[in-house]
């Protein structure tokens, strides 16, 4: 089957833009380079579930880029195109993103998609603005709170994440953090992914579901940062989600708790 590159590629920002703040929370090497212009690209593979709630599991190739200058500009793989400032204890970014959509059968054009989801019909991805605004307390303790609201294909809806993450070993070269966070959604999001309507249970045969707006999942993971030397890093992030509330009860989902790994080379210039 033919691969559409851009869509490829979409879709795995996407994806790093739900490890972004895991991610973040090892990342503190990058800190030091806060006052200069700094880039950073890499690649590597990820084995993730084809949608939230599948049961089966795939192998992707995995790109990342990163700039920002000492001005707070950046352009992100993970975060988007957007500035992020520091107002007192808290720092606060806002960025034009883009949210993967989804296929109903397993392609090899879009990051998420299943054979399972025959008859669900495609979803198609949005232009979003993700929000974010975060502290650190005593002791490299990260709280934040971010929103990802659909602007176009705003059927798609909104969602928003809670969480708390913290750096608990840190030497010259390795660093390793732990992140839990809760990501609650509106009935549109909800629908949109988890849902069934009418017309998708005729050609799905999935049962109709609505669900409401409230929390859909919460997420764990750890994150490890091995610096080579000035230049060349290697970031690996292990994660499970567990799927709540109405979100759970999908009969989309297979498994309520879907696990997730990726790891990257990244180079710095």
Request: hydrophobic share 40%; glycine share 10%; proline share 2%.
């Amino acid at each position: 089957m033919k691969t559409t590159v851009n869509t490829r590629i979409a879709s795995v920002l996407a994806l790093f833009s739900i490890v972004a703040v895991s991610q973040s929370a090892v990342a503190q090497t990058a800190q030091e380079n806060k006052e200069q212009a700094s880039t950073v690209v890499g690649f590597g593979a990820g084995y993730v579930p084809e949608y939230d709630g599948a049961q089966k599991r795939r192998a992707i190739p995995v790109l990342f880029g990163e700039y920002h200058n000492a001005e707070g500009f950046f352009v992100s793989s993970m975060r988007g195109i957007g500035m992020e400032k520091q107002a007192g204890e808290f720092a606060v970014s806002a960025a034009l993103s883009y949210r993967g959509g989804r296929k109903d059968n397993r392609s090899n054009s879009s990051l998420f998609g299943s054979d399972d989801l025959k008859g669900m019909g495609d979803i198609p991805g949005s232009a979003v603005a993700n929000l974010e605004v975060s502290t650190l307390l005593a002791g490299q303790v990260k709280l934040y709170a971010g929103a990802n609201l659909a602007l176009s294909n705003r059927d798609n809806g909104n969602s928003f994440k809670f969480g708390v993450s913290r750096l608990i070993f840190q030497t010259s070269a390795d660093q390793v953090g732990l992140d839990f966070s809760a990501e609650y959604a509106d009935r549109k999001f909800n629908q949109t992914y988890f849902g069934v309507t009418a017309q998708q249970s005729q050609n799905s045969g999935y049962r109709t579901y609505s669900p409401k707006a409230g929390l859909n999942q919460m997420s764990a993971s750890i994150a490890w940062n091995h610096v080579i030397d000035s230049r060349w890093s290697v970031r690996t992030m292990a994660g499970v989600t567990q799927l709540t509330g109405d979100a759970a009860n999908s009969p989309i989902v297979k498994n309520k708790v879907n696990p997730m790994l990726i790891s990257t080379v990244n180079y710095r210039f």
